[in-house]
């Protein structure tokens, strides 16, 4: 082989090394992205809202509501009539019977008084309730994913607490080994320390699958939240007005809104039951052709004819008089829901305010002296073992005194967001609906 060959077949290999190398990072790249991707909790929101069927599902039911409520407010389709009158049935001779006849007609009916413009309303009422319903679940899918999201977001802050401990108890399980082999320490010591790291094992494996597990209740929404990872940072929501009048904002929820569209629409079936009460009308008009001649020789004239059909509801004891007592009896139903949901409503929003006023002081209270003074103890009871002034079961205390803190901490600070999260679910009103707006 010359140099040149030899120089040569050495590229065409460099060329092929680096190509692989290079086909070979696209496709780690993607993998290593998907496995350092952080998942924050508002694109966790805004795809749960996006992949979320239910929702799409009370909006095509709305708009079905709205096509129903331009059907319904139209009269029924005229009916037209053609038949063949008085043929005789000895020969069928359609020019021997004098009254023998070929009738073409048309009949409309038309309804009830105004009964057509109240079945649109209601029908309307019924499209506002189902796009109150989209807008509900939607808020409930916020509050829901919001609560997941920082369940697993403790869940990481309680690991992050648990691994640097066991690091740190690994480190005195050493030194105590360490110790006790030069006769500084004793067997109990060493043993203590083992149980400590065993337990912080098992709490690490408990804190694991409690983020798992909220992580699967989001992945119905969002998928790739499995293989990613979540924030650093306790999520930020927006502020409260807890000194403002919130409570008056729970007649602009959207559970509300859906039950005032429901006694809109009861409404209106009082409206179309008393309209029942009116007669309705039937209008038609007949062409009637005539075969044959007359006596003198003469054609038959053809005729015409105009017919009003009257429904009376003279007996309505048994029939309009109950049709309106039960549309009375479903709209104060409609309304007991209305005051049953406000009431419940009413109860979770004071709840909530409670629950994250107690929870923002008692954050406080652990940022300001609990955590300080738990590091404060840690820090001293170490020293005081270091001099021989404390056992070492005194100094795994307080260690995990500290832990505990931190760990109390991070469960005040999720909860307290839970409960922000609660507030924001029932305090938030829709600016798509307008409060007690009816159809005219």
């Keep these: 082989m010359s140099l040149n060959q030899y120089y040569f077949h050495k590229l065409v290999a460099i060329e092929s090394l680096l190509l692989f190398c290079l086909l070979l990072s696209f496709v780690a790249l993607p993998v290593l992205a998907s496995e350092d991707r952080v998942l924050s909790l508002n694109a966790t929101v805004i795809r749960a809202l996006e992949n979320d069927s239910v929702v799409m599902l009370n909006q095509t039911r709305a708009q079905s509501a709205i096509e129903n409520a331009i059907a319904d407010g139209e009269m029924e389709d005229p009916r037209l009539t053609l038949g063949v009158f008085n043929v005789p049935t000895d020969n069928f001779d359609m020019d021997k019977n004098p009254t023998t006849q070929l009738r073409f007609g048309v009949k409309q009916a038309l309804p009830r008084g105004d009964t057509l413009r109240y079945q649109s309303l209601k ?57 006790y082999s030069v006769g500084g320490s004793n067997q109990q010591a060493i043993l203590q320390a083992k149980l400590e790291v065993s337990k912080l094992d098992d709490r690490i494996s408990q804190a694991l699958n409690k983020q798992e597990s909220s992580k699967a209740i989001l992945s119905k929404w969002v998928p790739e939240v499995m293989n990613s990872s979540l924030e650093d940072e306790l999520p930020g929501f927006p502020e409260l007005n ?10 602009n929820h959207p559970q509300i809104i859906i039950d005032n569209a ?12 008393k309209e029942q009460y009116k007669p309705g009308v039937d209008l038609g008009i007949e062409y009637r052709q005539r075969f044959g001649d007359e006596v003198n020789g003469d054609g038959r004239q053809d005729l015409m004819a105009a017919m009003v059909t ?12 109950r049709r309106l007592s039960a549309s009375q009896f479903d709209l104060q139903s409609a309304k007991l829901v209305r005051d049953e949901h406000l009431r419940v409503l009413s109860q979770q929003l004071n709840r909530h305010v409670v629950d994250w006023q107690r929870l923002k002081d008692r954050e406080l209270l652990y940022r300001q002296r609990l955590l300080p003074d738990a590091v404060e103890n840690t820090e001293a009871s170490l020293q005081a073992y270091q001099n021989r002034v404390i056992e070492f079961s005194t100094l795994i205390q307080a260690h995990i005194t500290e832990l505990e803190t931190r760990i109390s901490r991070w469960r005040v600070s999720v909860n307290k967001a839970k409960s922000h999260a609660e507030l924001l679910y029932l305090s938030m009103a829709s600016s798509e609906f307008k409060q007690g707006e009816a159809h005219e």
């Design 123 to 179: 029908s309307r009422d019924l499209a506002d309730a189902s796009q109150a319903m989209a807008l509900l679940v939607s808020k409930q899918i916020v509050r829901d994913v919001r609560e997941q999201y920082l369940e697993a977001f403790y869940q990481g802050k309680v690991l992050g607490v648990l691994e640097s401990n066991r690091r740190l108890f690994v480190r005195l399980l050493k030194n105590t080994e360490d110790n």
């Design 242 to 251: 807890i000194s403002g009048d919130i409570q008056n904002q729970l007649a």
């Design 310 to 321: 009257l429904d009376m509801p003279i007996f309505t004891e048994n029939r309009q008089d």
């Design 262 to 273: 429901y006694i809109n629409a009861a409404k209106r079936g009082v409206l179309i039951a």
